[in-house]
């Protein structure tokens, strides 16, 4: 498999339970749900837990077979085959799982990062490790791969660990009462408060995402929709309209009212540059395009160095500054403003996946001689698209294929509008795999 073909496979997580039964099996069933979900799971487990799996809980490991991206990571956990690894000798567990597992991580990782050309699996990408294992961080970030922390109990435990500090402080631990004594075992409260308190994240606002579709209705429409999936996601958007555009939601939709149940979300507008009066669709969208790129780009300009600076104190806010940008496929202006801010960008076509790799296949068209149409015979196969020769016909291709002149300017700046997405960090495509397959895998080998 070769880099390009890597590349296209799904994300690869690896996650990493503390080796005790109340820690693997809550740990397994999110492995299992990332299956689900199409993510590749590597599992890392002690070869002591790994054989107690093997032997207990045969139809979970027959059910994670049925993934093909999930597999079975397993390492020494530094103890005895005798050891029992419970009761009173849990805290040597701790302790030699936590000197033996450290370089055996890193070197696991390490090796794996070799693994992502031509192995048919990406390196991974995120590790989920348990609460107890904070060295995992430590290693997280050598390599540069990011941690999440999974802790397996209840949010109310992890409260009552996280303030032992504060007991202490406060004479309420260890205990004063004699009857008391020897029912607490400071030795693992104080390893288990350590834990705690070095992962412990200070809380901070969400992503903040600005969402700029091109003024037509369909556009608006479709990344509206967008939008609130990244609001029911959790993160803050800001959609960006124009005037007209903000005046036509308030009159004929609801949109406000519903979004009223994401306080993260909020409308900013600006002006598309044509008077009042102009009706804003019909013969007139070639002018509304031109008008609008050169309008809105230092508008936008404006606006991103303002929210900079509105929220550069995102605690005191409650906001990030805006970490993404997802702009309309027709509004590649909005790539060279993010470009100069350092902003990421992602361009959302609307239309199908077929629709853009069409238009994305425009210049091989003309290169081939199949633009301009030679005659008036619409049914003509085109057969300068790969993966749709053989039914693609001229009627099908978009109407401002018909030109008699492919250097007209009209003609020119659809292309370049489509050409210029390869220069965004993705593309966003209104389309499923199921339909589209053959057109989303040949766009993405050349975005």
């Known amino acids: 498999m070769d880099d390009q073909e890597t590349e296209l496979l799904p994300p690869r997580v690896l996650i990493f339970p503390y080796p005790a039964q109340g820690h693997v099996n809550p740990m397994l069933k999110l492995a299992e749900l990332l299956c689900h979900a199409g993510l590749h799971v590597t599992f890392l487990v002690t070869h002591f837990t790994h054989r107690r799996l093997l032997r207990n809980s045969t139809a979970l490991i027959s059910r994670l077979t049925l993934y093909s991206g999930f597999r079975f990571e397993a390492i020494p956990d530094g103890l005895p085959e005798d050891d029992p ?70 949010a ?22 004699p009857k008391e004594k020897g029912s607490l075992s400071l030795s693992s409260l104080s390893l288990s408060l350590m834990e705690e308190h070095q992962v412990v994240i200070p809380p901070s606002p969400p992503p903040h995402v600005l969402i700029f579709p091109f003024p037509a209705q369909s556009h608006v429409n479709s990344m509206l929709k967008l939008a609130e999936l990244l609001c029911h996601a959790g993160l803050h958007v800001t959609f960006l309209v124009t005037h007209f555009t903000h005046c036509r939601l308030l009159r004929h939709s609801n949109v406000h009212s519903h979004f009223t149940r994401y306080p993260g979300f909020r409308f900013e507008t600006i002006s598309d540059g044509l008077p009042e009066d102009d009706p804003h669709s019909g013969e007139n969208i070639v002018d509304l395009l031109k008008s609008f790129g050169l309008i809105a780009k230092p508008l936008l300009t404006e ?18 500054k805006i970490t993404c940008i997802v702009a309309d496929g027709l509004s590649s202006f909005t790539i060279d403003v993010a470009e100069e801010i350092g902003i990421p960008v992602f361009c959302f076509r609307t239309a199908s996946a077929c629709n853009f790799w069409a238009y994305f296949c425009v210049p091989k068209l003309i290169e081939n001689g199949e633009l301009p149409f030679k005659g008036k015979n619409l049914d003509v196969l085109v057969t300068s698209i790969p993966g749709m020769d053989g039914f693609l016909r001229r009627r099908d291709l978009p109407s401002f294929c018909r030109v008699g002149d492919v250097t007209h300017p009209d003609f020119q700046l659809f292309v370049n509008e489509t050409l210029k997405s390869s220069r965004a960090q993705g593309v966003v495509v209104g389309s499923i795999d199921r339909a589209d397959g053959t057109s989303i895998d040949r766009s993405s080998v050349l975005i």
Request: net charge neutral; charged share 25%.
């Open 85 to 154: 690894r419970s009761g009173d000798r849990v805290m040597e567990l701790f302790h030699s799982f936590r000197a033996t597992a450290k370089p055996l991580l890193r070197e696991l990782l390490g090796s794996d990062g070799g693994k992502d050309s031509g192995s048919g699996r990406k390196r991974a990408s995120c590790i989920i490790a348990d609460g107890l294992l904070s060295f995992a961080i430590d290693v997280g970030e050598e390599v540069g791969i990011p941690v999440i922390i999974f802790r397996t109990t209840s």
């Open 303 to 320: 606006l991103l160095i303002s929210d900079r600076e509105k929220n550069a104190d995102s605690a005191a806010t409650g906001r990030k």
């Open 156 to 177: 109310c435990s992890f409260w009552a660990f996280f303030c032992g500090p504060k007991l202490i402080e406060a004479g309420e631990i260890p205990f004063q009462d």
